[in-house]
């Protein structure tokens, strides 16, 4: 048993969506999530930009004496070499290869689409993970960078306008390769599912990073006995105002919504 608590962190609010699904699947968990909403967006910095900004905001979680790391941002995943997270003091799970393994056990005609922030397409990640698990499957890639902005503005729900004709572009050369699989590369995207299903063809199955990357975490905290036994809670800390914070993380944590909010400075915090 151990009750220290799952450490989660993203560019901006996006990896609530993973806190909604640890919630699901981990209830008796605490979770303490940074949201690094004064840099957001990590999706078009320079790699280099990336990962200092991904290891300020793991040494910040780190601070909270977690007892494991979640990267609930495919951008960082995509970027944050094994090299460093293999140093860290506790377990390191990312959505990147939770999800790709997924979308290789889902996959029936080896088609493969993924969509993500352009530094994580560009980055490749997905598909090295992917013709690791399966060689001669055929990816699909296509960078999506509108689809953030949206979800953060509201522009959600089955046939919004706005996010169905964006969507429509952005799909279109994915749909005509008849991927069978579409790997929503971003833990934004979720929250517009139903938008890119009805837009991609309802037969193309949708992976869910964040629903993944909780279920690899149950696994990892069971099988190295780190499982808590009381009633979760959870604790938020943005780097930027917290005014909106509530009316935004009720969108994506859904019924799971609750919890403090607080802002910090990094530099300060560390």
Do not use: W
Request: overall charge negative; proline content about 5%; hydrophobic content about 40%.
């Amino acid at each position: 048993m151990d009750n220290r608590p799952i450490g989660v962190f993203d560019s901006g609010l996006g990896g609530l969506t993973a806190v909604r699904e640890l919630k699901r699947v981990l209830p008796q968990e605490n979770i303490i999530y940074f949201g690094d909403t004064g840099r957001v967006p990590y999706g078009g910095r320079s790699p280099s930009t990336i990962l200092q900004y991904a290891k300020e905001d793991i040494a910040f979680l780190l601070s909270k004496d977690v007892k494991c790391v979640m990267a609930a941002c495919g951008t960082v995943s995509s970027i944050l070499p094994t090299s460093f997270t293999d140093t860290l003091p506790v377990p390191f799970i990312g959505v990147v290869e939770a999800a790709a393994n997924a979308a290789a056990n889902a996959t029936c005609n080896r088609k493969i689409g993924v969509i993500g922030t352009a530094a994580t397409i560009r980055s490749k990640s997905y598909e090295q993970h992917l013709k690791h698990r399966l060689p001669d499957c055929q990816i699909f890639a296509r960078a999506c960078p509108m689809f953030v902005p949206l979800v953060e503005n509201g522009y959600l729900g089955k046939g919004n306008p706005i996010t169905t004709a964006i969507a429509k572009e952005y799909l279109i050369d994915l749909s005509n390769a008849e991927v069978d699989t579409l790997i929503l590369g971003c833990t934004h995207y979720p929250l517009i599912a139903d938008i890119i299903s009805e837009v991609i063809g309802s037969t193309v199955t949708l992976i869910d990073p964040g629903k993944e990357t909780a279920d690899a975490a149950l696994q990892i905290l069971k099988s190295q006995n780190l499982l808590a036994e009381n009633n979760g809670s959870a604790s938020y800390f943005v780097s930027d105002s917290v005014n909106s914070f509530r009316s935004i993380s009720n969108r994506f944590l859904e019924e799971y919504a609750g919890g403090e909010v607080a802002q910090i400075d990094l530099t300060q915090a560390l």
